[in-house]
């Protein structure tokens, strides 16, 4: 069965400063798909950033970026220079096989001005 | 592009009563998600379709919940009778793979029910 952990329920950061997310995910399968996405409080769920198991290389989107590794099964987002519309939930979503996803349980991120 | 539509958005009912959410995913695409969100946790798969077919419903609690995709277009999902612990969001989400495609998911808003 495939897992996702996010052991951080809540953090916060100063406008400016850097976060890293945690999340590990648990897994036999070696081709599948890690996403970071962004619930804003009463509002939509978005796709933040997105890795490919099969690449080597780090995803980056603007100020966010990935420590993608996979012999250790850690996955975790770094927010540089946050923002106070960076406050929301984040969660870590692995994808395998017939776009099957699964979630982690979420940290809440508060960005302080 | 329009994006995944869902309605109602909010809805209070009393437990034992019946309650219908409704989903349109984006055009063209293939597979469509119901999950349920409690508040505070991550979501919770309750049912895959691809095109109108189940791929998945093992954690529908198939005695009270029911959800179908008929033409593969628009789902629907409904609650009949509902309990005190089904007040949560449910999310509807859909995806697609191939071309310019990447299967990432794409939610609507969400349709928050309470249960009093």
């Known amino acids: 069965a495939q897992t996702v952990t996010q052991s951080q329920p809540e953090m916060s950061v100063q406008e400016a400063e850097t976060v890293t997310l945690s999340c590990t995910y648990d897994t036999s399968e070696n081709n599948y798909y890690l996403f970071w996405y962004k619930q804003p409080p009463s509002r939509q769920m978005i796709l933040v950033i997105r890795?490919?198991?099969?690449?080597?290389q780090n995803a980056t989107e603007n100020r966010f970026s990935v420590n993608f590794q996979k012999a250790a099964k850690s996955f975790s987002l770094k927010i540089s220079d946050s923002q106070l519309g960076d406050t929301a939930m984040y969660f870590c979503a692995f994808r395998y096989n017939f776009n099957k996803f699964y979630f982690g349980s979420g940290t809440k991120l508060n960005v302080k001005p | 592009e329009a994006g995944v539509a869902q309605s109602p958005r909010y809805k209070i009912i009393e437990k034992r009563q019946s309650v219908a959410f409704w989903c349109n995913p984006i055009s063209g695409h293939a597979t469509l998600y119901w999950y349920q969100q409690i508040l505070g946790q991550g979501p919770k798969l309750l049912i895959q379709f691809q095109n109108n077919g189940v791929v998945d419903d093992s954690q529908l609690p198939k005695d009270r919940f029911s959800a179908e995709r008929l033409k593969g277009v628009d789902s629907t999902l409904k609650i009949q009778p509902a309990k005190l612990e089904d007040s949560a969001v449910y999310l509807c989400?859909?995806?697609?793979?191939?071309?310019?495609?990447?299967?990432?998911?794409?939610f609507g808003e969400g349709s928050r029910l309470t249960v009093l």
């Open positions: 989400a859909s995806s697609s793979w191939g071309g310019q495609n990447t299967g990432e998911l794409f």
């Open positions: 890795q490919e198991a099969y690449k080597q």
